[in-house]
């Protein structure tokens, strides 16, 4: 059985009856949306998920700055003044 990773939970009848009361009633907190039992979505805060994507974003950009770290031999050496 798949585990549920949030606090709140309800079915997908739930969410389509009143998704308004859903979102109320959870107060801001991410809902697992079940269908016969088993996680079939998650309903994500926008606050939170775009603090995911942000944190995805800078993940990506650390991957960059580690893969051109490790190319530092290939650098080119410039001056400030020769700028």
């Known amino acids: 059985m798949r585990q549920v990773l949030a606090d709140c939970s309800a079915s997908i ?37 775009e603090q995911l994507m942000d944190l995805l974003d800078d993940y990506e950009l650390s991957k960059i700055v580690e893969n051109r770290r490790s190319e530092i031999d290939n650098a080119i050496e410039v001056k400030l003044d020769d700028l």
């Not at 009143?18 to 107060?27: F, I």
């Open 13 to 49: 009848s739930e969410l389509k009856k009143n998704p308004s009361a859903l979102l109320n009633e959870a107060d801001g907190a991410t809902i697992a949306i079940l269908n016969h039992n088993r996680p079939a979505a998650y309903l994500v805060p926008a606050d939170t998920y």
